[in-house]
């Protein structure tokens, strides 16, 4: 596997109609019940405001910032998962705008977004200095962008989930932190979906950029924005009663979620 964005957006493409129908289905169980929540509790207020979201694959957490009054626009490379994301839109109008395109050529003009997210795709870009760039360049002064990514601390390339007899996670054993990835595929589905389900479809083949979080927090800030406030959500002891499948999120942070902004003095 190359490191070029259009290798990136072509396993996208392979992995888009398996991850809508299992994400649908309701198998993406650590969004739902873990990272999408705490990313919406640390969401300003975005009533009324106009915001991007970049890489909004089939469109789900669009449709929720779309629900809490913001007024969307969402891109991502795959023509699928667009596809997905305009049916649902036809199918219970949001007023969102949803276009295929690169996160690294934003087709926006300077200053036409309030805000911007990216949940959980910044870590699938290899090109991530242009993106950082372009989300700037396309918010307003004093404009804000929130992400999440797999925590680049504990999403290493030796990674092993230690359990108890008890069949719980009370640990993990990392490794190769300072190993930077770079289009590196690893194989996957969600370990929620049952057996039936799984053999349905092909593994996901998801490209791998990790960086230290040094790397990430540098380049954010190289690019011009400022760090505001930072989260790291650990299922409480009710979500896990609800969804056992994360328990083992509460033994190290799975995610890592960012807020930053463009300065209000343009420069």
Request: net charge negative; aromatic share 12%; hydrophobic share 40%.
């Amino acid at each position: 596997m190359g490191n070029s964005e259009r290798e990136a957006g072509a396993c996208w493409e392979g992995n888009a109609e398996a991850w809508t129908h299992l994400a649908r289905a309701g198998y993406d169980v650590y969004r739902d019940h873990l990272n999408t929540p705490a990313f919406l509790d640390m969401l300003p207020d975005v009533k009324g405001r106009t915001g991007l979201d970049v890489g909004c694959g089939e469109g789900h957490n669009t449709r929720l910032l779309a629900k809490q009054g913001a007024q969307m626009t969402a891109l991502d490379i795959s023509p699928t998962f667009i596809r997905y994301a305009r049916e649902e839109e036809e199918r219970a109008p949001l007023g969102i705008r949803f276009l295929e395109g690169s996160a690294t050529e934003l087709p926006f003009p300077n200053g036409a977004f309030d805000f911007a997210v990216a949940m959980m795709s910044l870590m699938d870009m290899p090109e991530i200095e242009k993106v950082f760039a372009e989300v700037r360049r396309v918010l307003i002064p004093g404009g804000f962008f929130q992400f999440s990514i797999l925590h680049p601390c504990f999403d290493t390339p030796h990674r092993k989930n230690l359990r108890g007899d008890d069949g719980l996670t009370y640990a993990y054993e990392i490794g190769g932190y300072f190993r930077e990835r770079q289009g590196e595929i690893l194989e996957w589905t969600f370990s929620a979906a049952p057996p039936e389900e799984k053999a349905r479809f092909p593994r996901f083949r998801v490209p791998q950029y990790t960086r230290m979080l040094s790397s990430w927090v540098n380049t954010l800030l190289d690019a011009g924005f400022t760090v505001e406030r930072l989260g790291e959500p650990c299922p409480s002891d009710e979500t896990v009663r609800a969804c056992p499948h994360v328990q083992d999120a509460q033994a190290v942070a799975y995610f890592l979620h960012v807020r930053a902004r463009k300065p209000a003095s343009f420069c």
